[in-house]
């Protein structure tokens, strides 16, 4: 990727009735988790989102980087639609001088 960026360049396209979402170009010295897991230039992510119900979507990630990984791996989870709640802006702190 030419032009890397901090969340990267996402393509999405559908399979079926799964959305398929190929994401390149991570900006390297970001993590991917609040532990502070690494990757590398390399990384790519796949994530698919499938509807499994009326209120439920499962969502896999795999990540491949063939730097920090010896192997493609995943994570699956299912999102759960919350009723009678609202969403809350996030700020993101990146380049926050003051903390």
């Given at each position: 990727?030419e032009y890397?960026?901090?969340?990267?360049?996402s393509?999405g396209?559908?399979?079926g009735?799964?959305?398929?979402?190929?994401t390149?170009?991570?900006k390297?010295?970001?993590w991917l988790d609040?532990?502070?897991?690494e990757?590398?230039?390399?990384?790519q992510?796949?994530e698919?989102?499938?509807?499994?119900?009326?209120?439920?979507?499962k969502?896999?990630v795999?990540?491949?980087?063939?730097v920090?990984?010896t192997k493609?791996?995943?994570?699956t989870?299912?999102l759960k639609r919350?009723?009678?709640?609202?969403l809350i802006?996030?700020?993101c702190?990146?380049?926050e001088?003051?903390?």
């Amino acid at each position: 990727m030419e032009y890397p960026a901090f969340m990267g360049h996402s393509v999405g396209r559908w399979e079926g009735g799964t959305l398929v979402v190929d994401t390149v170009g991570i900006k390297e010295g970001t993590w991917l988790d609040s532990n502070g897991l690494e990757h590398s230039g390399k990384l790519q992510l796949t994530e698919r989102f499938q509807k499994t119900g009326p209120d439920i979507i499962k969502y896999t990630v795999t990540y491949t980087d063939p730097v920090f990984f010896t192997k493609p791996w995943s994570l699956t989870v299912d999102l759960k639609r919350l009723t009678d709640t609202r969403l809350i802006e996030y700020v993101c702190m990146e380049n926050e001088k003051d903390l």
